[in-house]
């Protein structure tokens, strides 16, 4: 492209002597390859951290991303993200309910077809060679367990692909190939982006330290703050028989969950050991849960918050003196 051509032959010439002095100081925006994680809902939080760079005057040149990470990424790179960002946040626990397609004698709770193709209604579709950010989106070919790097054809089908959680979406063909999850094998994709020449490569980590109290919590609601009502609930305490109380149960899909984090966990710590980052953002792992979609205004807020940490003490971009 002329414009990433002409950004990267300006920071190659001396400013010039009849310019002021300050125009020195000014330089093309920081170029970015951005590594977005997977996570569930918790892949929201990635909205708020590509606004932030965009605030920031960051240039994103280039998109990897596994699950959630493939998904915002690739909307992002089709400059939808804004209209996908409006339509998540109107979301309503019902309406995540109604996105899902439950199937039975599948190897999946879920097509994932309904959700695809809302998607394709909302920001449109496309192929990947032809988007103005380059783009991968990461999966994991099923029968042989190999990283698939998903860099041409159509870029919802890639995307489909690559958030095929095991147990919970079924499998999807593309090609010859029968393929899940990128998080499987690389959950924060570091490697697709290693050949870019970007000043910097930002990872999005979904799976960072539990915190107490990660997301602020929404308003109080009206009724919860109604004295009658906190009067009648503690005298039905007083003469509701006491029980013993009962450890949290857990069901298959929890334990199956739960058991795949924590192998993702420290596959994220493996191959972020070998492909370090520039800059890591990262989500507390119990931010939300997988399917809490609801909670966008949050998960957002908590993105640009993490990013802003991420950056805390670095130089601005635009304002950084030239390099010899």
Not at 27 to 52: D, E, F, N, Y
Not at 163 to 175: C, K, Q, S
Not at 311 to 321: D, I, K, S, T, Y
């Amino acid at each position: 492209m002329l414009y990433s051509d002409g950004c990267k032959l300006a920071r190659h010439f001396p400013a010039s002597p009849q310019r002021p002095a300050s125009f020195a100081m000014i330089q093309p925006p920081t170029t970015v390859s951005l590594v977005l994680g997977s996570g569930g809902a918790r892949g929201l939080a990635h909205i708020g951290v590509i606004q932030w760079l965009i605030d920031n005057g960051y240039e994103i040149r280039s998109i990897s991303g596994s699950s959630m990470g493939a998904l915002v990424g690739g909307i992002h790179a089709i400059d939808k993200l804004e209209v996908y960002t409006e339509w998540v946040l109107a979301l309503e626990r019902m309406h995540v309910l109604r996105l899902l397609d439950p199937t039975i004698g599948s190897p999946g709770l879920f097509k994932g077809e309904r959700i695809i193709s809302v998607l394709r209604q909302l920001v449109g579709d496309g192929s990947i060679e032809d988007l103005p950010i380059a783009f991968t989106a990461v999966a994991t070919d099923l029968d042989s367990g190999d990283e698939v790097w998903l860099r041409t054809g159509n870029l919802f089908d890639a995307i489909r692909a690559s958030m095929a959680t095991p147990l919970v979406f079924t499998p999807f063909r593309h090609g010859d190939r029968l393929l899940v999850d990128g998080a499987v094998v690389n959950p924060v994709p570091i490697a697709p982006t290693l050949d870019d020449t970007t000043d910097l490569t930002i990872a999005v980590d979904l799976s960072g330290p539990a915190e107490p109290g990660v997301l602020a919590p929404r308003g109080a609601s009206l009724i919860s703050e109604n004295g009658y009502r906190a009067r009648i609930l503690k005298f039905i305490d007083t003469v509701r028989p006491l029980r013993k109380t009962k450890e949290p149960s857990r069901g298959m899909m929890n334990v199956a969950m739960v058991s795949m984090q924590a192998m993702q966990d420290t596959i994220a710590q493996l191959r972020m050991s070998a492909y370090s980052p520039d800059v890591l953002v990262e989500i507390p792992r119990n931010a939300c849960g997988f399917f809490e979609f609801w909670k966008a205004e949050e998960l957002i807020a908590l993105g640009r918050e993490r990013a802003a940490q991420a950056f805390a003490g670095r130089v601005q971009p635009g304002l950084r003196e030239r390099r010899a």
